[in-house]
């Protein structure tokens, strides 16, 4: 199933990304942070903006706040919404908002019984086993989740849905599957790597089939977000193929690079954002 983008019909037109595009243009100019290296760039900041004000939730989580530029995005897009923000560290933020509730505690940990669930909108950006999150988000009743790190197989440094779908497993960076460099066991060593979040949950998962069947029984949608522009090369610098990344098609075309500079120079930060709806 390597080839899966999507499941079910999204709660959105193609058309209405493509017009929203220069609306986020203008609301990307004036982020708090302008330099969000570790966090959300334009392509994945678009998604969830997008997203977020299109399913207009009344409560949104998020999880994995880092420097608070997703906090700040969420309320750009859902004014209205009461905003609980999680995130272990939470001495990282520049961007604190007046009108998000801070826990310092896993999404896990958390009594959700207090607030409907099941028009909330859970988003997940911290780095953890999204199959796990997701079957969390069943026994808590959320119904609607963003996952922003959904990598393909043999990437990235947690369990991705698209993984799971997949059929390929996990295995973390520096276990083998990923053949780390010298640099890069240094860095490990030295706890430089940001991409090694410590794991909440299981780790390391062999390949097979029973992960995405049971997320085709529990899924009435996922839809992978298109990337705002596709580059011929993915972040780890090989060719960005339909059969190694399927990818839906991109919202704009290479042509219209020199209209957007800045989506084009951030295009590489895609990984695949998608949109979960459970089946209530
Ligand atoms: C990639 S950053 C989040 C970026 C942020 N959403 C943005 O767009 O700027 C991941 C964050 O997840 C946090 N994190 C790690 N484990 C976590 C957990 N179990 N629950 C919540 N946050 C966690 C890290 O401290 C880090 O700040």
Same mark, same amino acid.
């Given at each position: 199933?390597?080839?899966?983008?999507s499941?079910?019909?999204?709660?959105?037109?193609?058309e209405?990304?493509?017009h929203?595009?220069?609306?986020?243009?203008?609301?990307?100019?004036?982020?708090?942070?302008? #330099?969000?290296?570790?966090?959300?760039? +334009?392509?994945?900041?678009?998604?969830? $903006? %997008?997203?977020?004000? *299109?399913?207009?939730p009344?409560?949104?989580?998020?999880?994995?706040?880092?420097?608070?530029?997703?906090t700040?995005?969420?309320?750009?897009?859902?004014p209205?919404?009461?905003?609980?923000?999680i995130?272990?560290?939470?001495?990282?933020?520049?961007?604190v908002?007046?009108?998000?509730?801070?826990?310092d505690?896993?999404?896990?940990?958390?009594?959700?019984?207090?607030?409907?669930?099941?028009s909330?909108?859970?988003?997940? #950006?911290?780095?953890?086993?999204?199959? +796990?999150?997701?079957?969390l988000?069943? $026994? %808590?009743?959320?119904? *609607?989740?963003?996952?922003?790190?959904?990598?393909?197989?043999?990437?990235?440094?947690?369990?991705s849905?698209?993984?799971?779908?997949?059929?390929?497993?996990?295995?973390?960076?520096?276990?083998?599957?990923?053949?780390?460099t010298?640099?890069?066991?240094?860095?490990?060593?030295?706890?430089?790597?940001?991409?090694?979040t410590?794991?909440?949950?299981?780790?390391?998962?062999?390949?097979n089939?029973h992960d995405?069947?049971?997320l085709?029984?529990?899924v009435?949608v996922?839809?992978?977000?298109?990337?705002?522009?596709?580059?011929?090369?993915?972040?780890?610098?090989?060719k960005?193929?339909?059969?190694?990344?399927?990818?839906?098609?991109?919202v704009?075309?290479?042509?219209?690079?020199?209209?957007?500079?800045?989506f084009?120079e951030?295009?590489l930060?895609?990984?695949?954002?998608?949109?979960?709806?459970?089946?209530?």
């Amino acid at each position: 199933m390597d080839g899966l983008t999507s499941i079910g019909t999204a709660p959105w037109s193609r058309e209405q990304i493509t017009h929203a595009v220069s609306t986020f243009e203008a609301l990307y100019q004036t982020r708090p942070i302008q #330099d969000n290296s570790g966090g959300m760039k +334009s392509p994945h900041m678009f998604a969830t $903006w %997008f997203m977020a004000k *299109h399913l207009s939730p009344s409560v949104i989580v998020e999880s994995g706040i880092f420097k608070g530029q997703s906090t700040w995005l969420l309320e750009q897009a859902c004014p209205d919404a009461k905003i609980i923000s999680i995130d272990l560290n939470l001495s990282q933020r520049e961007y604190v908002s007046e009108r998000a509730t801070y826990f310092d505690r896993d999404f896990a940990d958390i009594d959700w019984s207090g607030i409907d669930t099941s028009s909330a909108l859970a988003f997940f #950006d911290d780095h953890q086993n999204a199959y +796990s999150r997701l079957q969390l988000c069943k $026994w %808590f009743g959320f119904r *609607h989740v963003i996952f922003e790190d959904n990598y393909p197989a043999t990437q990235g440094d947690c369990y991705s849905i698209k993984q799971a779908f997949s059929g390929a497993g996990f295995e973390p960076l520096g276990s083998g599957r990923h053949k780390e460099t010298a640099g890069q066991k240094l860095a490990r060593k030295l706890n430089l790597l940001p991409t090694l979040t410590p794991q909440y949950n299981r780790v390391q998962i062999s390949p097979n089939q029973h992960d995405a069947a049971a997320l085709r029984r529990n899924v009435e949608v996922y839809r992978e977000f298109p990337p705002l522009f596709k580059r011929d090369e993915t972040r780890w610098g090989d060719k960005w193929t339909g059969t190694k990344y399927a990818t839906p098609e991109p919202v704009l075309p290479a042509t219209a690079k020199d209209n957007h500079p800045v989506f084009w120079e951030e295009a590489l930060a895609y990984t695949w954002i998608c949109y979960v709806m459970l089946k209530g």
